[in-house]
T-cell receptor
């Protein structure tokens, strides 16, 4: 089976812009979670989708949003980018929830 | 109460030695404890996981020890190899509750040849 894929792998944006990141889960997986990884804060949960419904949301401002499509592919969007949004954004998929989550390689976002 | 505290931040072990990384949690609702391994430029990879109904789980050279009363769990890497050099993250979650992993801060492990 192919693993979790994320596109793009690298992205450079400027403050105030918006960005959309994409995640394709492992075939058959219906749960997709997003995490932000930074050197200072570590790995932090953003949100989780299951069958196109957001089930859980982390403590991030409303500028961070996401959605899931009927084929389980997911996108996350960050509007009005800030310098502090520079991070590695990781997507993870599983059949139903947190157990046996598989991570993608991440999208490295740099905000200038 | 949602925190998972991981130690040490960095660890250097000689080849063939035992690497030990510890984690502690506060939320008694947590019932799923995975360990992830991350190499530079890669996403975290699930290494091994444990549920609180057992005190130990072994997979190859990797063992999780779990102490429910102390709310602590640890990863032991036996016969550590240079290829084990990576960052290790413990995590915790409630399988029946919010479907999210709460991660420790990570341990950078270096195995000297």
């Amino acid at each position: 089976k192919a693993g979790v894929t994320q596109t793009p792998r690298y992205l450079i944006k400027t403050r105030g812009q918006q960005v959309t990141l994409s995640c394709s889960p492992i075939s058959g997986h219906r749960s997709v979670s997003w995490y932000q990884q930074t050197p200072g804060q570590g790995l932090q949960f953003l949100f989780e989708y299951f069958s196109e419904t957001q089930r859980n949301k982390g403590n991030f401002p409303g500028r961070f949003s996401g959605r899931q499509f009927s084929n389980s592919r997911s996108e996350m969007n960050v509007s009005t980018l800030e310098l502090g949004d520079s991070a590695l954004y990781l997507c993870a998929s599983s059949h139903q929830g947190v157990e046996t989550q598989y991570f993608g390689p991440g999208t490295r976002l740099l905000v200038l | 109460q949602q925190q998972v505290k991981q130690s040490p931040q960095s660890l250097i072990v000689q080849k063939g030695g035992i690497s030990i990384i510890n984690c502690a949690y506060e939320n008694t609702a947590f019932d799923y404890f995975p360990w992830y391994q991350q190499f530079p430029g890669k996403g975290p990879a699930l290494l091994i996981a444990i549920r609180p109904d057992v005190s130990e789980k072994k997979e190859g050279r990797f063992t999780i020890s779990f102490n429910k009363s102390a709310k602590q769990f640890s990863l032991h890497i036996m016969d550590s190899q240079p290829g084990d050099s990576a960052t290790y993250f413990c995590a915790a979650s409630s399988v029946q509750g919010a479907q999210k992993l709460v991660f420790g801060q990570g341990t950078r492990l270096t195995i000297n040849p």
